[in-house]
């Protein structure tokens, strides 16, 4: 199995994490071509009647080109039976390459690029319905998403559904579920316009009102941590929201086991994969019902689902929890039974496999 990554590994400790050494067949081959690279160089060289005759067709930069074509001699190089694209926002760039592949195209829709772009970048729809033209099957995350990318043409007979899944034995909560003193509201996503943590803000605002014996956690970077700090700072709510930056997988762990409630204000999601999370840990979860997350949760039997942008009803979902501790632990129990019922990796890799190898045979 190959891995083709498009950007260079700066954590030292990443491959140790994810103990890729134990990984016999697997292989990491890097995209990421330095011009002035001797070894880019020479393969230039080696495979100048190439350029030249690829040089007549080029369209966009002379860097564009030269990265394209390099990745075609990679992707002839490591033949694959299957091209798995993780997500269709990578997939559309790499259109010019996929073109060149002998093997089969399976193409993941997940989230921001078949939801967000669409509206924002010029020619996205364009490319969705290229790249759902090419590809030989296209697994969605949700039924929701399904009908997102119905919207570009995509073929009713090339979809699947894989909804995302985590591993139990991980997200295996350690201690008892215990009362505090002090309600923790837990939130992990990047710091961009689609988690809706402006919704959750003023949510918070008006939680503050009716209760004030909490905090909501933040974890997590990302563009629009200044708007973040500054709209807190406006609220008067620094003494109850605690920004804490991005964290690795295992202080993001502790955060579920410590928290008491975990809060999705989201505006735009396929599935979130911190929502399946949480609920593994038997986190009782308020979250907004966009994208897939009503296939996820049933609202009052494994956790609390409120309209898109609906702050004041995010507001009284948390304080419907925070004052009703047999609750939250009974949302959390079900949900835990939800996700080892639905979402774990083993059905995960099952559904993968059984797609896999239609395109094979």
């Given at each position: 199995m190959y891995v083709f990554s498009s950007s260079v590994n700066k954590d030292r400790n990443l491959e140790k994490s994810l103990n890729l050494s134990k990984h016999e067949n697997l292989k990491i081959i890097s995209l990421h071509f330095d011009p002035f690279n001797i070894y880019t160089i020479s393969k230039i060289f080696q495979n100048s009647v190439y350029f030249v005759n690829e040089l007549k067709f080029r369209k966009g930069s002379l860097k564009n080109f030269f990265f394209i074509s390099l990745c075609k001699i990679y992707l002839r190089r490591y033949r694959c039976d299957i091209y798995h694209f993780g997500y269709s926002g990578i997939a559309a760039f790499y259109l010019p390459v996929i073109y060149s592949l002998s093997g089969r195209i399976v193409?993941?829709?997940?989230?921001?690029?078949?939801?967000?772009?669409?509206?924002?970048?010029?020619?996205?729809?364009?490319?969705?319905?290229?790249?759902?033209?090419?590809?030989?099957?296209?697994?969605?995350?949700?039924?929701?998403?399904?009908?997102?990318?119905?919207?570009?043409?995509?073929?009713?007979?090339?979809?699947?559904?894989?909804?995302?899944a985590v591993d139990i034995k991980f997200f295996l909560r350690k201690g008892d579920y215990l009362p505090s003193k002090t309600i923790r509201i837990l939130s992990v996503g990047r710091l961009v316009f689609q988690k809706g943590f402006m919704i959750g803000l003023l949510a918070m605002q008006e939680l503050d009102r009716m209760f004030c014996n909490f905090e909501w956690i933040i974890m997590g970077d990302g563009p629009e941590d200044e708007e973040l700090f500054f709209n807190i700072h406006l609220?008067?709510?620094?003494?109850?929201?605690?920004?804490?930056g991005k964290k690795t997988k295992d202080e993001v762990l502790e955060g579920y086991e410590t928290a008491d409630i975990f809060f999705l204000p989201s505006v735009?999601?396929?599935?979130?994969?911190?929502?399946?999370?949480?609920?593994?840990?038997?986190?009782?979860?308020?979250?907004?019902?966009?994208?897939?997350?009503?296939?996820?949760?049933?609202?009052?039997?494994?956790?609390?689902?409120?309209?898109?942008?609906?702050?004041?009803?995010?507001?009284?979902?948390?304080?419907?929890?925070?004052?009703?501790?047999?609750?939250?632990?009974?949302?959390?129990?079900?949900?835990?039974?939800?996700?080892?019922?639905?979402f774990s990796l083993e059905r995960y890799i099952d559904v993968f496999e059984q797609h896999y190898y239609e395109l094979l045979n």
């Open positions: 193409v993941s829709c997940r989230g921001t690029a078949e939801n967000v772009k669409p509206l924002s970048e010029t020619g996205r729809i364009s490319k969705l319905r290229t790249l759902f033209e090419e590809a030989d099957k296209i697994h969605c995350v949700s039924a929701s998403m399904v009908d997102t990318i119905q919207q570009y043409n995509a073929p009713v007979s090339k979809i699947f559904i894989n909804r995302p609220l008067g709510l620094e003494d109850k929201i605690k920004p804490a735009s999601e396929g599935i979130a994969n911190v929502v399946i999370e949480a609920m593994a840990m038997e986190l009782p979860v308020v979250s907004s019902s966009c994208g897939g997350l009503k296939e996820l949760i049933t609202d009052g039997a494994n956790g609390l689902l409120c309209n898109n942008y609906d702050y004041k009803a995010m507001a009284k979902a948390l304080y419907d929890l925070s004052t009703n501790f047999e609750k939250r632990k009974a949302l959390g129990k079900a949900a835990r039974k939800t996700v080892e019922k639905d």
